[in-house]
């Protein structure tokens, strides 16, 4: 929720709250879920808008066009557990 989906508005997040929702749901259950799971380039904007709303003053002096993940690939939130990004 804090990381894949919007968080700006609540009518947005609640949208694709719903859309990536029965994404999961019909993938999942009609066993097409690839081995290899890659972003779409909306879920990488989304992500991205993410990690600077939730660092905003940390990040305000740099380029935030640039992905954060490029450099911070393995990231340890330690509140949401380990999470190691490709
Ligand atoms: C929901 C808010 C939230 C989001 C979204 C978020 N962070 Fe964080 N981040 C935190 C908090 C809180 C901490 C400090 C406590 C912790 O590590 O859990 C932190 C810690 C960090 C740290 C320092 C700790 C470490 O393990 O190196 C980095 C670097 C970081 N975040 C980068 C990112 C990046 C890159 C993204 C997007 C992929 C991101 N964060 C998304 C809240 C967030
Ligand atoms: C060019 C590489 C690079 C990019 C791109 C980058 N960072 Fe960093 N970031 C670093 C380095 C190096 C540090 C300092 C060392 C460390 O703490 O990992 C750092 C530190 C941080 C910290 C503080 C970590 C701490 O221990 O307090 C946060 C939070 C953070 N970056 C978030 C982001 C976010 C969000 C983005 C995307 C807008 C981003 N970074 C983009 C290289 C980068």
Not at 6 to 18: D, L, R
Not at 27 to 37: H, K
Request: aromatic share 4%; net charge negative; with cysteine.
């Amino acid at each position: 929720m804090d990381c894949h989906l919007p968080n700006e508005n609540m009518p947005e997040h609640y949208v694709w709250k719903s859309i990536d929702g029965m994404k999961d749901l019909v993938l999942f259950n009609a066993g097409r879920v690839p081995d290899d799971i890659r972003i779409t380039e909306h879920g990488r904007k989304i992500v991205q808008a993410n990690c600077i709303r939730c660092h905003e003053s940390t990040v305000e002096m740099i380029n935030q066009e640039r992905s954060c993940t490029d450099c911070h690939r393995r990231i340890m939130h330690k509140r949401s557990g380990g999470i190691e990004t490709q």
